[in-house]
């Protein structure tokens, strides 16, 4: 069978199906049919096939149908759906992502900032939704483009999503700031051409995440 394929027919007579140089590797689904049904046409009547192979081919059948179905549903995504399928993934877990407010849970939250030029001196401050400082922290001798981190301790703080900003200065001027804050993934959107991941206080695009868990 490796080199084509034949079936046996009355008298021991080979009846070709293929051509011998044909990939049996290669035989889709009409293909298998074909030689199934050709197999029974040329049976003996007094030799007949035993009904244990038939069932073994019916399974084989099947077998090429859902690899058939499962291979044109894997070429039908493009990249957009892969990325979408593997950004669900996220759902549930906890990420640190460039932006302006950090989830506090059980009094707990980590917080990244970097300024883009040196800075002689900086302070961080989280309100609450009032507009109220609840906590701060001051940096001094910041270099440019370094990561610097503050790890939120307060047990007396309710669970819930709290503002940051930094206030960086040099020479009197403002230095600008990235800040990176810790959110929890609730859900994953299509937004346009744009996959986000849905927090609670609202969208996160995938390249604004620059860590997953912790």
Same mark, same amino acid.
């Given at each position: ?6 079936? /046996?027919?009355?008298?021991? =007579?080979?009846?070709?199906? *293929? ?10 689904? /009409? $293909? #298998? &049919?074909?030689? &199934? ?22 399974? %084989?059948?099947?077998?090429? /149908? ?8 894997? %070429? ?7 990325? #979408? ?13 460039? $932006?302006?407010?950090?989830? @506090?849970?059980?009094? =707990? ?14 302070? &961080? *401050?989280?309100?609450?939704? /009032? ?34 900003? !930094? ?9 600008? @700031?990235? &800040?990176? !804050? ?19 206080? $609202? ?12």
């Amino acid at each position: 069978m490796a080199d084509g394929m034949s079936i /046996e027919g009355v008298g021991g =007579k080979t009846i070709p199906v *293929y051509d011998a140089n044909y990939d049996n590797s290669q035989m889709d689904q /009409e $293909g #298998f &049919l074909k030689v &199934l049904l050709t197999s029974f046409q040329y049976q003996d009547p007094f030799e007949t096939q035993d009904i244990s192979k038939f069932i073994d081919n019916t399974v %084989k059948l099947r077998e090429l /149908e859902i690899m058939n179905t499962f291979e044109e549903s894997v %070429k039908s995504l493009n990249s957009s759906d892969t990325l #979408f399928l593997s950004a669900a993934n996220l759902i549930g877990k906890k990420l640190l992502y460039e $932006g302006r407010s950090t989830y @506090v849970e059980g009094g =707990k939250s980590h917080i990244q900032f970097t300024p883009l030029r040196e800075s002689p001196e900086a302070t &961080l *401050y989280i309100y609450d939704s /009032e507009g109220r400082v609840v906590a701060q922290r001051s940096f001094s001798n910041l270099e440019a483009n370094q990561r610097y981190t503050f790890d939120l301790d307060d047990a007396s703080l309710e669970d819930g999503y709290y503002k940051v900003s !930094v206030v960086a200065q040099n020479g009197g001027e403002e230095v600008e @700031v990235k &800040l990176y !804050v810790t959110g929890r993934a609730d859900g994953i959107q299509k937004d346009g051409s744009e996959i986000v991941v849905l927090v609670d206080d $609202g969208k996160v695009p995938l390249g604004n995440i620059v860590k997953i868990g912790g």
